[in-house]
């Protein structure tokens, strides 16, 4: 059974930075484009990046350009989102997404960006 696990969020102060993570149970995590995605509330979801098999050619929202750094490591089945200068609208559950068919999303982490 595919399962995606997030970890890493919780609350920060503005400026400060995180490194989400995301492990792969249950398939050839290196088999798989992967997307990070967030979620404020009231908002609906959205793409932050994603990352081919090989980590190679990422591609990013055109608002996550510059402050977010996706990458993986295909050997630990983990995928990564470096978030550095934090804001408060970065506030949002945060959620690993694997492209495939069938698809499969983790259950997400909170990041709480507040003074």
């Known amino acids: 059974q595919v399962q995606l696990v997030e970890s890493g969020g919780g609350l920060v102060q503005p400026g400060g930075s995180l490194r989400l993570s995301c492990r792969a149970f249950?398939?050839?995590?290196?088999?798989?484009?992967m997307s990070w995605y967030r979620q404020a509330p009231g908002k609906e979801r959205e793409l932050i990046a994603t990352?081919?098999?090989?980590?190679?050619?990422?591609d990013y929202a055109d608002s996550a350009q510059g402050r977010f750094t996706i990458s993986r490591d295909n050997a630990k089945s983990t995928m990564y989102l470096e978030i550095h200068s934090l804001k408060p609208e970065d506030t949002a559950a945060y959620y690993c997404?694997?492209?495939?068919?069938?698809?499969?999303w983790g259950q997400g982490t909170q990041v709480t960006v507040s003074s």
């Open positions: 990352i081919p098999r090989t980590g190679d050619n990422v």
């Open positions: 249950g398939s050839t995590f290196g088999d798989y484009f």
């Open positions: 997404y694997r492209r495939s068919i069938p698809d499969y």
